[in-house]
């Protein structure tokens, strides 16, 4: 599962990239800065994770992670091609989750593409380009959908209707996201389409460091234009946060960090919400081999959990022996919670719960 980094070009993009993946792109003051897709596996924070360490002190320890592409600028006219607008466009496609780097800070050393800082055109600029690529896509499975519909064919005369809705959505400027279709309607005709505006979306606010805390004007009206979009918005000062990614003492960052009020970087928060927008959870297990951070999707049964790890798990799953994360912590140990009664015994039809300690007994 992958999230994508989109924005106009000089938003903070790549320097937001760089605070949060190892990798360095290349971060310049002019657009098409990035023409490969960047793509990095970020560690995802968890306090959790490290409670587990501190009680089990394990030889190793392994976080979840999510994987961030940084893609390059899109512009005006690149549903047409213009810039390097297909390619971003197939780059984007090809992720399952969006964050929308939106400048919400003035600076006069940093150009704007369009000139001035004004971030819901920003905002509506890119969201055109991905409706209009959306809308090229809903009119090729018309042409063939309608010929179908034609003959009769009741399921073509249901993905005709779905994909008629669509394309007068996208015509008005609505991105397919903020529609509601039945589960079966959805699963069938919308998902297999894989409609750029289908896909979760995330506004990162790039504010100075002075708006780290309470964000601006800017950000006020972001929140204002994206209210009835089912989108988060994150204010994050992303020059502050590279400025804090250059310092290696833990200390020295954490002082940093208190100056501005934060209490742990903004790319952190970040990273964790990004791991959200994929709608994805961890589930751990607690050896004194290893103590390891494992994604499944929410709502994952501990069969799939178990396949996580590998698929003759799943395939030979017999049970799960599964400890709340909160029991694990206030008991202190596998041995405590087994002793309190706390460890529990569940079968296949057990939906993970995010934070659940689990240990699987399979057979192949």
């Known amino acids: 599962m992958k999230a994508g980094i989109v924005g106009l070009p000089n938003v903070g993009k790549s320097t937001l990239f760089n605070c949060l993946s190892n990798a360095k792109a290349q971060s310049a003051n002019f657009p098409f800065c990035t023409i490969e897709p960047n793509i990095g596996i970020v560690n995802v924070p968890d ?12 030889v190793r320890v392994q976080p979840a992670t999510v994987e961030i592409v940084d893609i390059a600028g899109l512009v005006k006219g690149a549903s047409k091609g213009e810039g390097l607008g297909n390619q971003f466009l197939a780059n984007i496609r090809e992720t399952d989750a969006i964050l929308h780097v939106l400048r919400c800070f003035d600076n006069d050393n940093i150009i704007h593409v369009d000139g001035n800082i004004n971030p819901i055109r ?32 009741k399921e073509a005369q249901k993905e005709e209707a779905v994909l008629l809705k669509i394309k007068a959505a996208l015509e008005a400027g609505t991105s397919v996201r903020t529609l509601e279709f039945s589960e079966d309607d959805y699963n069938d005709f919308v998902v297999p389409s894989q ?44 020059g502050t946060e590279a400025d804090i990614n250059e310092l290696d003492d833990y200390e020295e ?21 990004a791991y959200k927008l994929l709608k994805q ?19 994952a049964t501990a069969p799939q959990a178990a396949g996580v790890i590998h698929t003759d798990f799943e395939k030979g799953f017999i049970r799960a022996e599964v400890i709340s994360y909160n029991d694990f912590e206030t008991l202190g140990s596998e041995a405590k919670v087994k002793e309190a009664g706390k460890m529990r015994v569940e079968g296949k039809n057990y939906v993970v719960k995010d934070g659940d300690v689990m240990h699987f007994l399979f057979n192949v």
């Open 281 to 299: 959870q961890t589930y751990f297990t607690a050896g004194v081999k290893e103590v390891r951070a494992w994604t499944v999707d929410i709502g």
């Open 195 to 238: 409609f750029i505006t289908d896909k979760p979306v995330m506004y990162v606010c790039n504010v100075d460091e002075g708006a780290a805390v309470t964000g601006n004007k800017y950000v006020d009206l972001v929140k204002e234009a994206v209210k009835d979009e089912n989108a988060e918005v994150l204010v994050l000062a992303v």
């Open 122 to 153: 920003d905002k509506e600029t890119i969201d055109m380009e991905l409706q209009l690529k959306d809308l090229e896509t809903v009119d090729k499975k018309l042409e063939k959908v309608k010929r179908a519909a034609k003959t009769g064919n």
């Open 253 to 273: 960052r954490q002082m940093f960090l208190s100056d501005i009020g934060l209490d742990e970087p903004g790319a952190s928060k970040l990273i964790r919400s």
């Open 47 to 58: 306090p959790r994770l490290e409670k587990l360490e501190e009680l089990v002190n394990p």
